[in-house]
């Protein structure tokens, strides 16, 4: 066995190290603020824990109202934060009885889910992540933060950083698919966007980095199912998208749902206070997630709520959502002296500093402006940000020259469920987005001025959920006199997001056997999926000329479908996710392991199924162009590397098709020889390269020593000697490598 040197790898384990020194407890250790100190020896225990009380007003069912109880709370300063209120009218209205009425006038922090768009939608997270375009991911997030600032909003519950690779959980819509690389990559992204540079912009919200830790990867894809998954698999996977959100800046943190190793994230000292606040430095707010405090009962690790709000405190949280446990339930436990007032203190502290620094105790109403909430929301520049966001999103997965369809005067029939469908376009997590704004793909086609030289027919055809075939047959007679057919079908918006988990994920309905019915007419179709996950698509793949994979796009959806199908936008988007050729795969993900005995189609006893292959319908990585690209190999310009070594690789790529377009062009690493077992491939860089029609470019990249390094059978962070192969192409799939020594 080969021998193996441990590489500290130091700027990362310094920093943590000195952060651990400096941490050493649950909460943040803010600098004292002479402010804050004053206004904390003012404050009862009673105001103190209302700090950390965060509740819903009821808006959501109900339009903008709140419980009467609720209002008291803030007049008596037992509740310090608010979600589910937005609109400068109704923020400030609350505002008003916090600044007016309360003993201490402590403004409330107000938050809200906005999670890919306020008013302005764009795709649903998992379709950004398609777009592999950080400055454009960077920037709705900051659209979303602005308008949801302009609606007096100081708070979103975003970016979710949840790697997962099960499609059956309906939440890996609120994420960035299944590979901690580019998750990181985009994690930090969504930081800065909806951040900024400091608190206290009128146009940015604080981000929240949830849900900590490890919710995507729930047992058997069920929502808030316990993660059992190793602390290896853990660290290696799920963690890195959390910890590059904190480095980012992220000011608070949001608890899971579920159990990890035993212990209920909200209860859970080794991940609120080890991991997150002593490992990664984190220095702002943890909130909980709905009631996540209370359900430590049910999870049977506590006997009542108090001993629950116990818990929650020890182990690092310092505001609890909706749950009502520290508002009412945990003075016992600080006059019997569990929890040390000190502990409260510095959980008091920490969020009255990040009041402080939005500005609110020199004006609360800072984020409550009219004129600026009517010039913001729904803006021009924002709805041609989504568009633009919408159109990178779009993955073309199957193409036998169907598309575009350029230059060609034609009849087409428009079908499917979702083909004029504006109120799904939103997606779910759609916060104030209103499918009424929504541009359906039917208005886009025939709005773009290429519509000119066609002739529509639009028929729905079926619903996406029931078994209603009684239009199949005017469709049928309609495709009979097209020359091509576009065909909307897909999932309705609440088939994907929180608590939608699904063991079959087939496009529901009747919708895949009105295609069937299609094909047999015998007329090209380009079928145009919208949904919210990975879904299983052999069929839509068999009898489709081509696929376009359009996510949930948001408010210009319809636009962007045009210049994709019309050609005026030569698709570039690639799977954040793996899409399997049926639910028995799952969970199925480019980085596994190789086994001891790797597929082999000739020997039995080797790793498969003996129903289907090994291979995913369409990789990670995954997505076609109308141009092609051809890749160079893949040069270092030498082979043998020391171990605090930088590798650089360079490749060559052009276009060598008839279209301009755009490549992601993706380097993965395979660690032939290790002291544990490593996958057979590893995201560790992307470049997203624009290359006219044969134009040539040569693209370097940079493996540092941490991109090689991994967790040893001690835990350590190391980088061991010897072969790596570097792979660089289009997708996962990709056999274009070169290989590297380091000694
Ligand atoms: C529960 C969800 O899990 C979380 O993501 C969300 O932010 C809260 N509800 C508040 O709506």
């Known amino acids: 066995m080969k021998q193996y040197i441990i590489y500290l790898l130091t700027l990362t384990l310094i ?24 206004l904390l020896k003012k404050m009862t225990l009673d105001e103190k824990l209302g700090q950390m009380s965060l509740f819903t007003t ?29 609109t400068v009218d109704f923020t400030t209205k609350l505002q008003k009885i916090a600044v007016e009425e309360s003993r201490l006038k402590i403004p409330l922090l107000f938050g809200y889910d906005v999670i890919h ?11 950004e992540a398609a777009s592999w375009d950080l400055f454009a991911i ?26 997962s690779r099960d499609p059956r959980w309906g939440r890996v819509l609120e994420g960035s698919g299944e590979d901690p690389f580019l998750g990181s990559r985009i994690a930090e992204a969504r930081v800065r966007g909806i951040q900024g540079k400091q608190t206290g912009q009128t146009d940015r919200l604080l981000a929240c980095v949830k849900h900590f830790a490890a919710y995507g990867a729930p047992n058997a894809g069920r929502d808030y199912n316990p993660a059992e998954i190793s602390e290896r698999v853990f660290r290696e996977v799920y963690l890195p998208t959390y910890a590059s959100a904190v480095k980012a800046g992220a000011k608070t943190v949001m608890t899971s749902f579920n159990d990890y190793d035993g212990v209920p994230a909200s209860g859970n000292k080794y991940l609120l206070t080890d991991i997150l606040r002593k490992e990664l430095g984190f220095d702002g707010f943890v909130v909980t997630d709905y009631t996540s ?20 405190i020890q182990a690092g949280v310092d505001m609890d959502m909706q749950g009502g446990v520290f508002q009412e339930k945990i003075k016992d436990g600080i006059n019997d002296g569990r929890i040390k007032e000190e502990q409260i203190n510095q959980s008091v502290r920490t969020i009255l500093k990040i009041k402080k620094d939005l500005g609110l105790f020199e004006d609360p109403f800072k984020y409550s402006s009219k004129e600026r909430e009517s010039n913001t929301i729904l803006s021009k520049a924002h709805l041609e940000a989504s568009h633009d966001m919408a159109k990178r999103s779009i993955v073309l997965l199957k193409n036998d020259n169907t598309l575009p369809l350029k230059d060609k005067t034609i009849k087409i029939l428009v079908t499917g469920p979702l083909a004029d469908d504006k109120n799904n376009l939103i997606g779910a997590w759609s916060a104030s987005g209103e499918g009424r704004h929504c541009v359906s793909m039917y208005e886009g086609l025939r709005a773009h001025e290429n519509s000119k030289r066609c002739t529509f027919e639009y028929i729905k055809g079926c619903n996406v959920d029931d078994k209603d075939k009684s239009q199949f047959e ?34 529901p309905g009747v919708q895949e056997e009105l295609l069937l019915a299609l094909k047999a007419i015998g007329k090209p179709i380009i079928t145009v999926v919208m949904n919210g996950r990975p879904l299983v698509l052999d069929k839509v793949h068999d009898h489709s000329n081509a696929v376009l994979e359009t996510w949930w796009l948001g408010t210009q959806a319809g636009h962007a479908i045009a210049e994709v199908i019309y050609g005026v936008y030569n698709p570039s988007g690639k799977l954040p996710m793996t899409f399997p050729r049926n639910e028995g795969q799952i969970p199925i993900f480019y980085n596994e392991k190789n086994t001891g005995r790797p597929f082999n189609p000739n020997d039995k006893y080797s790793s498969k199924y003996i129903d289907i292959p090994n291979t995913p319908l369409y990789p990670f990585g995954y997505g076609l162009s109308y141009t092609s690209f051809t890749f160079g190999p893949p040069l270092s310009n030498k082979k043998l590397y020391s171990l605090k070594e930088n590798v650089v690789v360079t490749v060559e790529i052009q276009n060598t098709g008839n279209y301009p377009g755009e490549e992601v062009v993706q ?77």
């Open 15 to 38: 920093f943590q190290l000195s952060c651990a020194k400096k941490m050493g407890e649950t909460s943040a250790k803010v600098k004292k603020d002479p402010f804050i100190e004053d």
């Open 58 to 86: 009821d808006w959501e069912s109900t339009g903008p109202t709140i419980r009467a109880g609720y209002q008291n709370d803030i007049r008596s300063g037992r509740c310090g934060a608010l979600f589910n209120s937005h």
């Open 117 to 127: 768009g306020y008013k302005t939608m764009f795709p649903i997270p998992l379709g």
């Open 138 to 163: 960077e920037n709705s997030a900051y659209i979303m933060s602005k308008e949801g600032a302009a609606a007096g909003l100081h708070w979103t519950f975003a970016p979710m950083v949840d790697i």
């Open 293 to 312: 405090i209370n359900e430590m009962v049910k999870h049977g690790v506590v006997k009542d709520e108090t001993d629950a709000g116990i818990l929650a």
């Open 474 to 507: 005017i469709v049928l007679e309609a495709a009979k006199k097209a020359d091509v057919i576009i065909l909307a079908i897909g999932e309705n918006k609440d088939m994907s997001g929180e608590a939608t988990s699904r063991t079959m994920i087939r496009i």
């Open 667 to 743: 380097l993965y690493i395979r660690d032939l020889v290790s002291s544990v077992t490593r996958p057979v491939k590893e995201l560790k860089g992307f470049q997203k390269v624009f290359l006219k029609k044969g134009e040539k470019k040569t693209l370097s990249f940079t493996l540092t020593p941490n991109d090689l390094s991994f967790y040893n059978q001690n835990m350590e962070w190391v980088i061991e000697p010897g072969d790596f192969e570097i792979f660089i192409g289009g997708d996962s799939d990709t056999q274009n490598k070169v290989k590297i020594t380091i000694l």
